[in-house]
């Protein structure tokens, strides 16, 4: 199941499931965060959420800036309603981002974390990226 909230975002998802993957193996859904998944439980759940705390004015500013860093904030408290036992959630962040804010709201959730990658980009050496795997 994969979920974003960009309508044209969800099709080229779905017909990118239709032409690499087996026949109903990928649904693709338009979904604030878990809104569209309530009940459903994963073992495995990935994200790569907007890393910025601004407001998103159109589709292009959406991808990248979340405002009030409420998707987010929704993610992290929705975890351990979506995550089988002993499931894990892998969440990606750079340090141009809300890093700070985000092992934050990870501590204050009650998420243990750790990063599992780090890698500094080519042409920017001072952005770093990050992949931490979330235990609840």
């Given amino acids: 199941t994969a979920i974003d909230r960009n309508p044209?975002?969800?099709?080229?998802?779905q017909r990118n499931g239709e032409r690499l993957a087996k026949p109903g193996q990928v649904e693709a859904l338009v979904s604030d965060v878990f809104d569209a998944v309530t009940g459903?439980?994963?073992?495995v759940?990935?994200?790569n959420l907007p890393w910025l705390d601004r407001p998103g004015r159109d589709?292009?500013?959406a991808a990248q800036w979340d405002t009030g860093f409420?998707?987010?904030?929704?993610f992290f408290t929705g975890l351990r309603d979506h995550l089988n036992p002993g499931g894990r959630a892998y969440y990606a962040q750079g340090n141009y981002g809300a890093i700070a804010m985000a092992l934050e709201l990870m501590q204050e959730i009650g998420l243990q974390h750790r990063i599992i990658g780090k890698r500094r980009a080519s042409?920017?050496?001072d952005l770093e990226f990050y992949?931490?795997?979330?235990l609840t």
Avoid: G
């Avoid at 409420?70 to 929704?74: E, G, I, L, S, Y």
């Avoid at 992949?131 to 979330?134: H, K, M, P, S």
């Fill in 131 to 134: 992949a931490f795997e979330l």
């Fill in 70 to 74: 409420a998707a987010n904030r929704k």
């Fill in 40 to 43: 459903q439980r994963y073992d």
């Fill in 123 to 125: 042409a920017a050496p």
């Fill in 45 to 47: 759940i990935t994200a």
């Fill in 8 to 13: 044209d975002a969800v099709r080229a998802t």
């Fill in 59 to 61: 589709d292009v500013e």
